[in-house]
């Protein structure tokens, strides 16, 4: 038998459910006609279903493949792709050549902040960055003006000390 995880489709698992609540098998029977490896795998589906939670098709992002470098573009298709196909991280991780945790992560970018929140924005920006947007141009100054004023309130917290310090040895 093969070690390589396997993905059922969401029918699949609503049909194998289906049929053991209304009692059509054991949990070994109804593994054996949906080809199911190991009836644990269906006791967890019967526990989601019950819960009211939905059977998705893929099987998580633990598997580990590299990325490769992809263009805006190319993540914008990606991410739209994967929310037509009902969020299948992992079909569309491996259709790609992509990592499922680099699709999971576009896909949140992308439904918390628009299409421009995939753009590549690796390393820090340089001093003479111009940004691109008014909004852009007043997300920098107010991060900038957020770490002045940490800075400036750290200062004026190690003054403080050092002047309970002086007063303590006084």
């Given at each position: 038998?093969?070690?390589k995880n396997?993905?059922y489709l969401a029918?699949?698992k609503?049909?194998?459910?289906g ?12 593994c054996k006609k949906?080809?199911?490896r ?5 006791q967890d ?10 059977l998705k098709?893929h099987?998580?992002?633990s ?6 470098k992809?263009?805006?573009e190319e ?6 792709e994967?929310i037509?196909?009902g969020?299948n991280?992992t079909?569309i ?12 992560t576009w896909v949140?970018?992308?439904?918390k ?13 340089k001093k003479?960055?111009k940004?691109?947007t008014e ?9 900038t ?5 940490y ?9 403080k ?5 002086e007063r303590?040895?006084?």
């Amino acid at each position: 038998m093969s070690r390589k995880n396997k993905s059922y489709l969401a029918e699949l698992k609503y049909q194998a459910v289906g049929d053991y609540l209304s009692g059509e098998g054991s949990l070994r029977e109804i593994c054996k006609k949906y080809g199911i490896r190991d009836k644990h795998t269906l006791q967890d589906w019967i526990k989601l279903y019950n819960g009211h939670k939905e059977l998705k098709c893929h099987t998580g992002g633990s598997r580990m493949t590299k990325g490769r470098k992809t263009t805006y573009e190319e993540r914008i298709a990606f991410v739209k792709e994967c929310i037509e196909n009902g969020c299948n991280y992992t079909e569309i991780a491996q259709k790609h050549q992509v990592g499922y945790q680099q699709i999971y992560t576009w896909v949140q970018k992308y439904k918390k902040y628009g299409e421009d929140s995939l753009k590549d924005r690796q390393g820090r920006h340089k001093k003479d960055y111009k940004p691109q947007t008014e909004e852009e141009r007043l997300r920098l100054e107010n991060a900038t003006l957020k770490r002045q004023l940490y800075l400036s309130q750290m200062e004026i917290d190690v003054l403080k000390k050092l002047q309970e310090l002086e007063r303590g040895n006084r």
